[in-house]
C-alpha cells in the first residue's frame, strides 16, 4: 500500500520561505515521478512541480518558476519543495503526488496516489 505523507507547511510572511517534504512507503518508486500540487479555495488544484525519480529531471510551473525547487533524497524515499520569495497568492493546501514516470506530470488525473495535503499560508 503506498502512501504519501507531506509535511513541513505553515504560516509565512510575504517574501519568506519553507520547505515542504513528502515521505514515500510502500512501493517502489525508481519507475515513479512525483508531483507537487495546490489547490486554494474556490479553485482547481493546479501543477507546481514535478520530479522524475529516475533521472532527477525537474518541470516547474511558470508562476513558480525560479522561486521553487524540487528535490530528492536518495538515502530515504523523500521529495522536497523548496519555496521562496513567498507571495500572499502561493496561500493553499499543497499535495504531493505519485505515479508513473512516463505520464504526464502536469495532469492531476494521471497520478495513482496523493498525500493528504499540507496547509501553506503566506500573509501580506
Known amino acids: 500500500q503506498v502512501q504519501l505523507v507531506e509535511a513541513g507547511g505553515g504560516l509565512v510572511q510575504a517574501g519568506g520561505s519553507l520547505r515542504l517534504s513528502c515521505e514515500a512507503s510502500?512501493?517502489?518508486?525508481?519507475?515513479?515521478?512525483m508531483g507537487w500540487f495546490r489547490q486554494a479555495p474556490g479553485k482547481e488544484r493546479e501543477f507546481v512541480g514535478g520530479?522524475?525519480?529516475?533521472?532527477?529531471?525537474?518541470y516547474y510551473a511558470d508562476s513558480v518558476k525560479g522561486r521553487f525547487v524540487i528535490f530528492k533524497s536518495n538515502a530515504r524515499t523523500r521529495v522536497y519543495l523548496q519555496m521562496n520569495l513567498l507571495q500572499p497568492e502561493d496561500t493553499a493546501v499543497y499535495y504531493c503526488?505519485?505515479?508513473?514516470?512516463?505520464?504526464?506530470?502536469?495532469?492531476?488525473?494521471?497520478?495513482?496516489?496523493w498525500g493528504q495535503g499540507t496547509q501553506v499560508t503566506v500573509s501580506s
Open positions: 520530479i522524475r525519480w529516475s533521472d532527477g529531471m525537474t
Open positions: 510502500g512501493g517502489t518508486f525508481s519507475s515513479y515521478a
Open positions: 503526488a505519485a505515479g508513473r514516470a512516463t505520464m504526464q506530470l502536469r495532469i492531476p488525473g494521471q497520478y495513482d496516489y
